[in-house]
């Protein structure tokens, strides 16, 4: 089967078309401008709009307000000026003014490939108010590869300035290169850009340049970009130097000595500490820490785990986020390099960073990603070393490499784990592409038969997919994982274990008088196997899981969108693979078929109230399964919006047998309010309630923003328990609170 697929991807790769936009000149400003939102001076009357053109509800449709966008540089910086022109002003959509949040605003936005690689990108988005939101896109925005192909979590510097008027709204963004990044040789830059403008009111997109709609998020694709040269500009290194100072007070709560009752302790907390970011090159940034902190970030989401594997959380550290895409080596769920292993303990519990490096960009051809981090130590894990080392380079076309990534954790007890990788992701014919990865686990504690043996120790990952969401599209997918294969820096949720995708669709771009804009209608098949004698490939009766997935997906032009999926699945469990579904309902050796159903709706972006909602019914195991979930949005004002949402899921077991409990209810809520007192000061609370792991969570923050950069945090976080009822009849009664800290942090950047 694989040499059939090889010679497919062969013969899809000879005939290979790539995508070219015939490349523009920019315009340099040979005039100074007055940075205030409005592009009246004679520099911007000297530059012509960009020619957009509606991309959605209507693709090329007729644009029902006019829009002017225009784009120009100098030796430091980007400059995007728009004249966003309505007939009637009141339609206007500015719903936050909280940084880096968007609220189904009116946007202009533009997304630049620094180094015109067709794979990696920075987001830029501003709403009438100024609120700027970044992002970091990664592996061609092709969501169908996994991987963190859209970072929300980045962040970087920039300045942007709105006004409002009678005709509309009106923008000046202001990015500077060592923003981005960029490669210049010999005084000149290539780079790609889109640029678009969103009309909530009536789900309108202008963009430029014209982008076909057969991709998913085409509007922020670095393939699709518009590649530009920049002529006459000058590397600029600065260095962001930003110390912080932090105060505070954590405790917990404990039993005594003698266990009779509950006691509260904790110590005050004073931290110093600093993050040097320097621009070797005009591509090359490095980034160093020093006592590294992260208490303004926000906590973690809790959930609903219904089924015997780990739960994947993803990372919102600020020092992880730099070119984040680039470390990407993953297996579908499972990944190489997961950033959460630095810093936290299985239990998720903080781990002091000592310090360390990371260094992004690109040196010649070759994209590079390396990253060396120092840990302290607590009561579950010693002083450990992290390292990585990241290398990729464009093979055969823009939207083609070749890689590779060694990864170590070295603790100071001994113990050691490497993995070393190689990975390809190939362009074929017109959106057609073929991924191959493999990795090798090397670990001091394997003897040396167990390490000598490649099927045991290792991973590979094949698969062949088209990635188009308008006509046919489809996805060939084979992953191995041997027994012993424990990537200590990765994530992942089983091994020893053979999976087998096989998934095919139909996308319809409507047509103009439609209520949708598309419909699309997938079938996938999927195979979860156990390694029967670690084998290439696997036969046999060693079956894990399976099952077969309909779906149809209708996106409306005015209404939202709404999906519907039928599953029909089989499971079997061995008996030493039993296990208590959210920890109370037991789940015997078995082998079980099920029927779900599920069905979801998103409310359209334009209305006040947004959000989703969603059903789900069917069997699970040897039980039934209910449930609905809604996570509404309302924004009553611009400096208020409150949201949340709220899952409920109840399951029915038979009472054949003495099982813990034969049926129950779970219930997971979280409430967010967040409240702007300006573009500066905002304060954020979250709430979470899960009745599975009997806790309430808040975490409120409140920011003031002096200036980009320069940052004053206060940040207080509780747990409490929602049972109180003693753990056995040998311990008292909990305690309502199990923890509280408040901190208080200040960073400041220093530009040199």
Do not use: C
Request: glycine fraction near 8%.
């Amino acid at each position: 089967m694989l040499r059939i697929l090889f010679l497919i991807s062969f013969i899809l790769l000879l005939s290979g078309a790539l995508h070219a936009q015939a490349p523009i000149k920019l315009n340099k400003l040979e005039q100074p401008i007055v940075f205030d939102g409005m592009p009246d001076e004679n520099a911007w009357d000297t530059i012509e709009s960009l020619p957009v053109v509606q991309y959605e509800p209507v693709f090329q449709g007729e644009m029902s307000e006019v829009t002017r966008i225009k784009i120009a540089y100098d030796q430091k910086y980007i400059y995007l000026a728009g004249e966003m022109l309505l007939e009637d002003p009141a339609n206007i959509r500015s719903n936050s003014l909280y940084r880096d949040r968007y609220s189904s605003d009116d946007v202009l936005a533009i997304v630049i490939d620094g180094f015109n690689d067709d794979q990696n990108a920075t987001w830029f988005s501003i709403n009438p108010d100024g609120v700027r939101v970044d992002r970091a896109i990664s592996n061609d925005m092709d969501f169908s590869a996994g991987g963190n192909v859209l970072n929300s979590s980045y962040n970087t510097f920039w300045d942007a300035i709105t006004k409002k008027t009678e005709k509309g709204w009106f923008a000046e963004i202001r990015i500077p290169f060592s923003s981005i990044g960029i490669q210049v040789e010999e005084d000149i830059a290539d780079i790609g850009f889109i640029v678009y403008r969103w009309l909530a009111y009536n789900n309108e997109r202008h963009v430029y340049p014209v982008i076909s709609p057969n991709f998913r998020m085409g509007i922020a694709k670095p393939s699709q970009a518009q590649d530009a040269t920049l002529e006459g500009v000058q590397s600029s290194n600065p260095v962001y130097i930003t110390p912080y100072g932090l105060s505070g007070l954590n405790r917990s709560s404990g039993l005594n000595s003698d266990s009779s009752d509950y006691v509260y302790s904790g110590d005050p907390t004073i931290e110093l500490g600093a993050d040097i970011k320097y621009n070797i090159t005009s591509n090359l940034t490095l980034d160093v820490t020093l006592n590294t902190d992260f208490a303004q970030v926000e906590v973690d989401d809790q959930q609903l785990n219904l089924s015997r594997f780990n739960l994947f959380f993803p990372e919102k550290r600020l020092f992880f986020q730099q070119r984040a895409g680039l470390f990407d080596f993953n297996y579908g769920d499972d990944r190489v390099f997961y950033s959460r292993r630095i810093g936290l303990d299985q239990s998720g519990n903080q781990v002091r960073i000592l310090g360390g490096a990371r260094l992004t960009g690109r040196i010649g051809n070759w994209d590079v990603g390396f990253l060396n981090l120092q840990t302290g130590q607590n009561d579950n894990i010693p002083t450990e070393n992290f390292g990585v080392l990241r290398l990729r380079r464009q093979a055969l076309n823009t939207r083609s490499f070749v890689g590779g990534i060694i990864t170590s954790r070295i603790s100071d007890n001994g113990s050691n784990n490497y993995i070393l990788g190689g990975d390809t992701y190939l362009n074929l014919a017109g959106e057609n592409f073929l991924e191959f990865r493999y990795s090798r686990m090397f670990d001091q504690e394997l003897s040396s038969a167990q390490q000598s043996d490649w099927a045991r120790t290792s991973a590979i990952r094949f698969g062949l997919r088209n990635t188009q969401t308008t006509g046919l599209n489809y996805q060939f997918l084979y992953n191995r994982t041997g027994d012993l294969y424990v990537p200590e820096m990765g994530f992942i949720r089983i091994n020893d274990v053979t999976e087998n995708r096989v998934g095919i669709g139909y996308g319809i771009l409507s047509p103009e008088e439609s209520v949708f804009q598309r419909q699309s209608f997938s079938l996938s098949l999927f195979s979860r196997n156990f390694n029967d004698g670690y084998r290439f490939l696997n036969y046999g009766d060693a079956l894990q899981t399976k099952n077969a997935q309909l779906r149809w997906e209708g996106n409306f032009k005015q209404l939202g969108e709404l999906s519907i999926s039928f599953t029909r699945g089989e499971e079997a469990i061995r008996t030493q693979d039993t296990f208590n579904l959210v920890s109370r309902i037991f789940v015997p050796e078995g082998r079980y078929v099920t029927n779900r159903t599920n069905i979801s709706y998103r409310f359209n972006e334009a209305w006040k109230l947004g959000g989703r909602v969603g059903l789900e019914f069917g069997e699970i195991y040897d039980g039934n399964i209910y449930g609905f979930n809604v996570s509404p949005r309302l924004f009553l004002s611009r400096k208020l919006e409150l949201g949340g949402s709220y899952r409920f899921t109840h399951l029915e077991f038979p009472n054949d047998l003495q099982r813990f409990s034969n049926d129950f209810s779970t219930h997971l809520g979280q409430f967010r309010g967040q409240y702007a007192f300006n573009r500066k000061a905002s304060i954020n609370l979250f709430l979470q309630f899960s009745n599975v792991s009997d806790q309430i969570g808040t975490n409120l923050r409140f920011r003031y923003m002096f200036r980009e950069g320069q940052d004053l945090w206060l940040v207080i976080n509780e747990q409490y328990y929602a049972d109180r009822e003693a753990l056995s009849p040998n311990l008292p009664r909990l305690p309502s609170l199990q923890s509280r800290s408040i901190l208080l942090k200040y960073t400041h950047t220093f530009i040199k």
